[in-house]
Nanobody, 119 residues
Framework: QVQLVESGGGLVQAGDSLRLSCAAS????????MGWFRRAPGKEREIVGH????????YYTDSVKGRFTISRDNAKNALYLQMNSLKPEDTAVYYC????????????WGQGTQVTVSS
């Protein structure tokens, strides 16, 4: 069974940092793009950023550029999201996702981890 399991969420204050982790099991995602999405209360899900299979090419949505960093460790089949200078508007459920190999379709999803940033 393929699973993506996020961890590291929590309640923090504005300006704090958090590091989210995503552990993959059931298959290797070393040749898949991976990314982070989030869904804030009352809003649509949006992409936070993504990283290619080699880990040398990343994309970030404008609102997190310069504050968030995505990385991956293919030896551990893991994905990370380092979040610095957190803002209340970063409050959301954060999801890890992986593409279907050879495509840009996000075919694998985690259950999500809650990040709450208080002002």
């Amino acid at each position: 069974q393929v699973q993506l399991v996020e961890s590291g969420g929590g309640l923090v204050q504005a300006g704090d940092s958090l590091r989210l982790s995503c552990a993959a099991s059931g298959r290797t995602f070393n040749n898949n793009g991976m990314g982070w999405f989030r869904r804030a209360p009352g809003k649509e899900r949006e992409i936070v950023g993504h990283i290619n299979w080699k880990g040398d090419d990343t994309y970030y949505t404008d609102s997190v550029k310069g504050r968030f960093t995505i990385s991956r460790d293919n030896a551990k089949n893991a994905l990370y999201l380092q979040m610095n200078s957190l803002k209340p508007e970063d409050t959301a459920v954060y999801y890890c996702a992986a593409t279907i190999r050879g495509t840009s379709t996000w075919g694998y999803w985690g259950q999500g981890t809650q990040v709450t940033v208080s002002s």
